[in-house]
């Protein structure tokens, strides 16, 4: 797999709270240059890229991130906004807590909310795998296909772990026909991302795509 193809798939992320519009900037000319799926960026980043950029970049943000415990209708206002800003894909964060609590039904419905309040820009939905069971997992595959998401997503990147091949496959295998996978967090490596890719991720969110395919490569790595 080319590094062209695999840019195709990358989410470029920039999340960090201290990211300043020169780090957003940069990650922007670079999305453009390698002609990646979308940049993901902070929500009040995003109609100033939407400004300078406009129909240059597809722009990502996230809602309740990163620790997904904010109300339903604080997310749905998130998603509102960001919308009216210029994002065209949304990645929100599950109620963690309500997940754990058992409470599927729950979760299914704010997802479906979120749909709602998307109307038909892309909503990824993130589970955050490093917190749950793997029964926990299956649930959220379930409710993810039932409320009609375009995305499952693993991590925000900002738990205790990212993105693993078993879970991408448990995913695989308990997601509706037309839920696609997004993985993110910990992908370091081509090698890392080409497996993802093969194991039937759609997207990948990384923060470290120039690196791993251009600066690594550049110095031999590859």
Same mark, same amino acid.
């Given at each position: 797999?080319?590094?062209?193809?695999?840019?195709?798939?990358? #989410?470029?992320?920039?999340?960090k709270?201290?990211a300043?519009?020169?780090?957003?900037?940069?990650?922007?000319?670079?999305?453009?240059?390698y002609?990646?799926?979308? @940049?993901?960026?902070p929500?009040?980043y995003?109609?100033?890229?939407?400004?300078?950029?406009?129909n240059?970049?597809?722009?990502?943000?996230v809602?309740?991130?990163p620790?997904?415990?904010?109300t339903t %209708?604080?997310?749905?206002e %998130? @998603?509102?906004?960001?919308?009216?800003?210029?994002?065209?894909? =949304?990645d929100?964060?599950?109620? =963690?807590?309500?997940v754990?609590?058992?409470?599927?039904?729950?979760?299914e419905?704010?997802?479906?909310?979120?749909?709602?309040?998307?109307?038909?820009?892309?909503?990824?939905?993130i589970?955050?795998?490093?917190?749950l069971?793997?029964?926990?997992?299956?649930?959220?595959?379930?409710?993810v296909?039932?409320?009609?998401?375009?995305?499952i997503?693993?991590?925000?990147?900002?738990?205790?772990?990212g993105?693993?091949?078993? #879970? @991408? =496959?448990?995913?695989k295998?308990?997601?509706?026909?037309?839920?696609?996978i997004?993985?993110a967090?910990?992908?370091?490596?081509?090698e890392?991302?080409?497996?993802?890719?093969e194991?039937?991720c759609?997207?990948?969110?990384?923060s470290?795509?120039? #690196? =791993?395919?251009?600066?690594?490569?550049?110095?031999?790595?590859?």
């Amino acid at each position: 797999m080319t590094k062209e193809q695999l840019f195709s798939y990358v #989410d470029h992320t920039q999340l960090k709270a201290f990211a300043t519009w020169e780090d957003i900037k940069k990650l922007c000319e670079e999305s453009i240059q390698y002609q990646t799926a979308s @940049v993901c960026v902070p929500p009040c980043y995003i109609k100033r890229i939407a400004d300078t950029y406009q129909n240059k970049i597809n722009i990502c943000t996230v809602v309740g991130f990163p620790l997904g415990y904010s109300t339903t %209708e604080a997310k749905i206002e %998130e @998603v509102k906004t960001a919308i009216a800003d210029g994002a065209s894909e =949304i990645d929100m964060v599950v109620n =963690i807590s309500d997940v754990k609590n058992g409470d599927f039904q729950k979760v299914e419905e704010e997802i479906k909310a979120l749909r709602n309040a998307c109307g038909n820009h892309i909503l990824k939905v993130i589970i955050e795998t490093c917190y749950l069971t793997r029964e926990e997992k299956i649930a959220m595959c379930q409710a993810v296909t039932k409320a009609k998401a375009d995305y499952i997503k693993t991590s925000t990147g900002f738990g205790t772990g990212g993105a693993t091949l078993e #879970d @991408v =496959i448990l995913m695989k295998q308990n997601i509706g026909a037309e839920v696609k996978i997004k993985a993110a967090g910990g992908i370091r490596t081509k090698e890392d991302m080409i497996a993802f890719v093969e194991a039937g991720c759609s997207r990948l969110g990384t923060s470290s795509a120039i #690196d =791993i395919l251009v600066n690594q490569e550049s110095a031999g790595a590859y």
